[in-house]
Each structure stands twice: as structure tokens, then as C-alpha cells.
């Protein structure tokens, strides 16, 4: 079992900077790939950005150059730094990560940005 809680979030304008915070229950070099998800009212979920215990990283296309997914494996965390900040990004970001075969979910942290 792995929990997964989201933090940082918030109210911000565009042009801004934000950065989620993801904190395990379990040692992060435990899991497999972990990721950022965002869902948008009346829209689906979509991948944000995803990390490799390697450390190799991926971007929607969306959000390259201005997001930045890390982990911290002595904190047992996972981060998003989010910079240049557009109303378009507005939604709520859920994190995850893969162990033992199964996908597990954060709650989600809801980000708004105002133009």
C-alpha cells in the first residue's frame, strides 16, 4: 500500500510560480515512475509530467519549458515546480506512482490561476 498527499496548491495570477509537493508513505526509491496528472472541469485527466527512478523525465507538450518534475528520494517526496503560470492551467493536480503492479492516486490539490 502506498498513500500519497498533495500540497501546494493555491490562488495565483498568471505569470506566476507555484510548487506541489507530493509526500509518500513508503520510501520513494521503492516505487516505480511517478507522475503529475491534472483534470480541468469538464474535461478529462491529463498527464502532466512523469520521473523515472533513473531519473529521466517527461513533459506534455503543454507544459515544457515552464513546469519541472523532480523527487527527492531522503524526503520521500515528489515536487512540481510550476513557473509562468497561464489561466489554461487551471485544474486540479493529482500525483501518482507505480508499486507492486498497481497504480495508486494522491487526493488532489486544486490550482487556479487568474488572468
Known amino acids: 500500500q502506498v498513500q500519497l498527499v498533495e500540497s501546494g496548491g493555491g490562488l495565483v495570477q498568471a505569470g506566476g510560480s507555484l510548487r506541489l509537493s507530493c509526500a509518500a508513505s513508503?520510501?520513494?526509491?521503492?516505487?516505480?515512475?511517478m507522475g503529475w496528472y491534472r483534470q480541468a472541469p469538464g474535461k478529462q485527466r491529463e498527464l502532466v509530467a512523469t520521473?523515472?527512478?533513473?531519473?529521466?523525465?517527461n513533459y506534455a507538450d503543454s507544459v515544457k519549458g515552464r513546469f519541472t518534475i523532480s523527487r527527492d528520494n531522503a524526503k520521500d517526496t515528489m515536487y512540481l515546480q510550476m513557473s509562468s503560470l497561464k489561466p489554461e492551467d487551471t485544474a486540479v493536480y493529482y500525483c501518482?506512482?507505480?508499486?507492486?503492479?498497481?497504480?495508486?492516486w494522491g487526493q488532489g490539490t486544486q490550482v487556479t490561476v487568474s488572468s
Open positions: 501518482n506512482a507505480f508499486y507492486d503492479i498497481r497504480i495508486y
Open positions: 513508503r520510501s520513494i526509491s521503492s516505487l516505480g515512475t
Open positions: 520521473i523515472r527512478n533513473s531519473g529521466s523525465t
